[in-house]
């Protein structure tokens, strides 16, 4: 996948939200780049900075302020196709992490995701590739509710240590605080979620380890196919175990 581009399943409910909250999609998917297929067909790559625009746009527009983490209460993430299958066999928050990072690649090279160490824990940064003249913004509250949403489904309430965005603080914090918690930095130099070392202990369930083993060498195996070319495969290989 080329360097701009990311995997077109990030524009999951985004048509439909745009249309409940009285906008038009097909117009604002145009205006922001992004072929009118890609209403319908998620398996198609899409330049990153249109789903940053598209994103920005219907916010604005539809008068959403919030439009990234509404639009991550109703996805999960699967969003991740095919590296999903992996991701829902890890076995702790550390673990899923350490394979998101180091598959995210799979997923886009148009952004990046690194870990840095901060004292008892880690921070799980987030970026653009290019982020020069683009709001990333919504995208970066997409992204990281919906790792705070996944959480919560294994911890009760959940909140990370502190989060950092690039972008300026909004004027109504309520819905951000309600997801990240009171520790909320706005106009820093990367946009980051920090997680403890209690936090990365967290059980996920997952797969036994042959599972788990298997999940990431099939990732890498081969040359890429389509997103529902590589699920099936590795679903079909778990099936058989």
Known sequence: MSSKYISGIVLTGASDLIGELGGNPATLFDQAGLPL??????DIP?????????FDSAAKICNCR??????ASRNGLDIFGPLWVLLRNART???LIDDLCANYDIYTRAATLSLEPNGNGVCLCWDTV?????????GAEYGFALAVSELRKFRTGFTPMAVQFRHAEPLDLIMHKQLFGDHLS??????AI???????????GGGSSQTHALMRSLLRWGPLASQSAITERIENMVRAL
């Open 37 to 42: 297929s890609s209403l319908h067909d998620s």
């Open 46 to 54: 899409v330049d990153i900075a249109a789903v940053l625009k598209l």
């Open 66 to 71: 919030n439009f990234g983490m509404v639009l």
């Open 93 to 95: 928050l550390r673990e």
């Open 130 to 138: 290019s982020h020069s003249g683009i709001n990333t913004a919504q």
């Open 186 to 191: 706005f106009n820093q130099d990367r946009n």
């Open 194 to 204: 920090h997680f403890t070392q209690a936090d990365l202990d967290m059980s996920l």
